[in-house]
């Protein structure tokens, strides 16, 4: 008899203190996917659901398809929305009859207008239907803000790898994996986790250049071998968001017995965490440093990628700030290309003006003016587009994104491609599905903090990371949090990472 196994995904990544909420329409703008609709939409992707579409397959499960939901980081999920979702999978798991496995793919960063752990609430509600007894999987973003309700009701908490995040497909096999041999009753997983006094630390995550992430991730690795350890994942943590647990976190699955083990386990990776917190493997530059860069490379082979690292629509900014736009027009630069600022006023002024045709707006800065204010240009509309595409680089590789009405917009030297929907550059399809050759570029700005290495690395002469002030700033000083735990470095003087 075939194993019914329920699969679903809720993703957010939520920067509460952005004013823009998160709606059903956001959803479906990224997608908001029916259980009918997963494998037609995901098989063959390089997704968490593609992955567990594939374990599908070579298990033989008879497959309960449910909810894939996922939206661009912003703030807080509506009421509406998460209700819509969180019942929605509920619902499947109850209509199913029975259900012997459970794969859910979230970010584990989501925090709704109900609800400050939201992941958590949904694993206790599926409990609520299937018991204490059924495994469940749960893959999450390595920026997930770990809770203890999470850990202790699902039977793996497993983690991307990656920074840039290319192993989602991956990961949701290893939770595919574990699924089935519980099922199988070769494996009864548990699961803890376990957070030090930081909102900060582990370098963000990033996995491009030796660091701390890569350490961690190696003795992780080296853990996991152990018998009775299955899983053990580090998160780095999310840091804008008004919650408890913002900050990096150890989780750990383990066998009947080894739960001390477990636990130690978990110590000893916080501790490292902890004493490393302060290191970072790359700085952030001034705007006006990245235009010095500029004008003293002159010719130089490969473009020059600035990534607007504060204006990062993937950490919940708002991917409309000016700031490095501006100093572009100011330099009078050539040769350059902007993916993207969100505006959608300014794409319909556009297409009112035509291609060809010349259209003076006030562009970008519109939802919070200290990031960079609208600047009044007037400039020649080159493009115009639905904003649709299948990303190919190296991140959620085949999945179809929309930009929504999209203009590309001359200004001087400058081409600004200019879009209705908010989506984070990981992709160099942001570029050449607008007619722009990104590696025939002097200068990139592309709005993103480290997702876009994975596809601009390749093409780039060189890289700088700029603090334009925007609102994803890597000062978690900045942000005024009510809610967090306490105490907890950087704003508390904290003494060990176990001070409570
Ligand atoms: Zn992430």
Known sequence: MAYRVLIAQFMHETNTFSKLPTTLDDYRRRWLAPGSELASRFKGTKTEIGGLLDAATRYGWDLVPSIAANATPSGKVTAEAWAHIRDGIVESARNAGRIDGICLACHGAAVTETSDDPEGELLEALRAVVGPDVPISMTLD??????????????????YRTYPHIDQYERAQQGAALVQAAMEGKK????????????????????????????????????????????????????????????????????PGQEGRARDIARQLCQEIWDRKAEKTVGMASVEEAMARLKSRGEAAG?????????????GAYGDATR?????????ARDAAVGTIFDPAAVRAAMKAGVGNSVTVDLGGHHDPEFGAPIRVTATVRLLSNGEFVNDGPMQQGVATSMGPTAVLRIGGIDVIVISNRIQTIDRQVFLSQGIDPARRRVLVVKSVQHFRAAFAPIAGEIMVVDS???????????KYTKLRRPVWPLDDVASPFPN
């Open 469 to 479: 002030g925007a609102l994803c700033s890597p000062d978690v000083r900045r942000f």
């Open 324 to 332: 490095v736009l501006k100093a572009l027009i100011d330099a009078d």
């Open 142 to 159: 390595l920026h997930a803000n770990v809770t203890d309700r999470m850990a202790s009701l699902a039977s793996a908490l497993i983690s």
């Open 303 to 315: 473009p020059l990628v600035l990534a607007d690292g504060t204006d990062n629509p993937g950490g």
């Open 188 to 255: 009864r997983p548990r699961c803890l986790a376990l957070q030090p006094a930081t909102i900060s630390g582990a370098d963000g995550g990033r996995t491009t250049q030796p660091g701390p992430m890569l350490d961690l991730l190696a003795r992780a690795d080296a853990f996991e071998k152990e018998p009775g350890i299955n899983v053990v994942s580090v998160q780095a943590g999310f840091g804008p968001s008004d919650i408890p647990n913002v900050g990096p976190s150890i989780a750990v699955s383990y066998e």
